[in-house]
């Protein structure tokens, strides 16, 4: 059913706003051109009323949801090439299906590669939208410039230095696949070269002076799977990375003295940082092991123990040194370092409950929920044993994953609204602002909150219905339903 006019009015509906309250209020979309509407310009300009009325009985009408970080889905492994038509294939079923998670908008993820892979695969994941699915808003590259000690199920073999700088990510994923970004959106609708994220670790040799390049060519630099010292995070941080690959995985673990990237999260304005520190050693091929199956399989976790790192000196902290002081009890004095945008998976088993609460509390704009799945993430999968790769097969238990004949994890399939249901649950905050970490957090990330994650009129008409204990009830793509609960 569509509108005789082609507006639409949602009512009886609570809307999230940006500061992660829930309002009620009606919300206006254009059907034909699939944008959200001002209800009084537009009624005072076109002198009419929308003809369809969708009465949504005190539900929350949110943006839909955006997962920055997915390795696959419903079968379909986005780092697996078999050919251009069935990767084509794969990518269209997992846009289609996805959809009764929340997720209207997602960027799949390529783990480390064989480099012949990569701009093969790169230009099949350019951003569009599938008339009847998510949006594929670009791609994001995890690897291979990553620290081997944090790899996680990243194959060693593939790891690289980044020994010429830019021009080695350029020779990785092809110079036509980091190319200045255009547009997001072009003049006909159609999407142009799109959002791309690269995570690499900044102490790996010629990572930290290809920051700045790839950030100016409209790339989120993505500071994961690394042993950073927090002067060589925050160094990276100020040469533009924006974002935390899955905080607390895959990286050293918080400690007083030197709280490395976890620390970025609470960076204190009292304290001056080095720019230019100096990156640890490469590792030579020799010294990269096997692959032993006995650790957890997931890429997000730690296979080895972190190396040694050198003590940050004292004298680095620039003793002494304040940008500003308040008054006022509860101000924060903020000095010119801007912190990253960090991704939580929020599973129960990939950190702590406890462990998300406070990386919440210590910077909420921050946030992003991320599922970072494999491609057996699909919520109608029964429990029990099925069949998985290398002729291994894993046992599912609720979302739990483990290698059969062992308590090995094997990685992630939570949906990305059981997270926002799991975050709010482990934080104590609002739905609303659950919400806000998997809809404007992930948008303004990538700088296209003005088309996603937002319910400002002009904005993509990309929505989610939910109860109000966050269940799906019905999915919305460019104003048209794509999926409704049976």
Known sequence: MSSSNGLTCFTNCLL?????????????????RGVL???QKTFFERKERPARIIDLQGNILSPGF?????????????SVFEGANTYRKGLNTVAEKIVETGVTSLVPTLITQEKSLYPTILPLLRPFTHPHGATILGWHAEGPFLQLAKRGAHAPVFLKSASSGFASFEDMYGAANLAYAEDWLMDDGGLAAGVRIVTAAPEIEGVMDAVKPLVERGVVFSIGHS???TDIAAAAVRRGARLITHLFNAMPQLHHRDPSIIGL?????????PTTPTPSPA??????????????QSEAFDEHETPPQTPVLAATHGAGRVHGMHLERGKVAEGPFERPFYEL???????????VRLAYNAYPEGCILITDAMKILDPHLKDGVHEWRDGKRFVKEGVKLYLEGTDTLAGSVVTLDTCVRNFSSFTGCSLGEAIKCATLNPAKCLGIENRKGTLRPGADADLVVLDRKGN???????GKEVWKKA
């Open 227 to 229: 042993i950073a010292t």
């Open 472 to 478: 799906v009830l019905s999915t919305w793509v460019s």
């Open 345 to 355: 998976i929020v599973d129960g088993i990939h950190s702590h409950p406890n462990s």
């Open 265 to 273: 999260l609470g960076a204190s304005p009292h304290v001056a940082l």
């Open 16 to 32: 999230p706003l940006e500061d992660g309250s829930l309002v009620e209020k009606d919300l206006w979309i254009d059907e034909r």
């Open 66 to 78: 955006l997962d920055i970080q997915i390795n696959g889905a419903y079968g379909f492994d986005f």
């Open 283 to 296: 590792y030579a091929p020799a010294e990269r092991p096997t692959r032993d199956f006995a650790k957890p």
């Open 37 to 39: 509407l001002d209800s």
